[in-house]
């Protein structure tokens, strides 16, 4: 008989429990879609008319483990000016990736060292801010480079850039910077 009454109160602490959270969700404050507790939270919930505006990804989950450079655009090199490999190339200089292109990405030494690609290329972070985390890349290049991780709308996004050897930049792609552990 104690069993038969637990039995009948499970559902309606279920049906409680999930009026709870969709009177949250749609007052605007639903946490119930976030992975951790330690999770940053990239959706703004401020109501400005009926739609809520994402933030952009922060620098914060750019932290030790697998992540994935998924390539959306690379440089187009006919289209921009670059005298040197310092120069920084302008959004408007890259067009969509042609084919689908995916660079492995392992940070590591809290956050102070890359490993990109399967060749590898690996480098050192040089500079941190709210805007970009930059490193340089020395081993596996032939002339040096840079990868560079800012935020985005919604994941962070990365630029992977090869200097030369008679040309400053042979190569850059840009794309979506992905946690994969």
């Avoid at 930059?134 to 996004?157: H, K, Y």
């Amino acid at each position: 008989m104690i069993a038969q009454a637990r039995n009948t109160t499970r559902p309606l602490t279920s049906l409680v429990t999930a009026a709870v959270l969709l009177a949250l969700a749609t007052a605007g404050g639903c946490v119930a879609n976030r992975n951790s507790e330690n999770a940053p939270d990239t959706t703004d919930t401020t109501a400005q008319g009926d739609r809520a505006e994402a933030k952009p990804a922060s620098l914060d989950t750019f932290t030790d483990g697998r992540w994935s450079l998924r390539v959306t655009r690379t440089w187009d090199a006919t289209s921009a000016t670059v005298t040197a490999p310092s120069d920084p190339l302008r959004e408007a200089d890259y067009r969509p990736a042609a084919e689908p292109l995916v660079h492995p990405v392992v940070v590591s030494k809290s956050g102070t060292t890359v490993t990109i690609g399967t060749t590898p290329f690996t480098g050192t972070r040089t500079a941190a801010s709210s805007t970009s985390i930059d490193f340089d890349l020395s081993t596996g290049t032939f002339a040096g480079g840079r990868f560079i991780v800012r935020p985005g709308t919604d994941t962070l996004e990365a630029e992977l850039t090869l200097f030369g050897s008679g040309r400053p930049i042979v190569e850059s792609h840009r794309g979506e910077l992905i946690r994969n552990d």
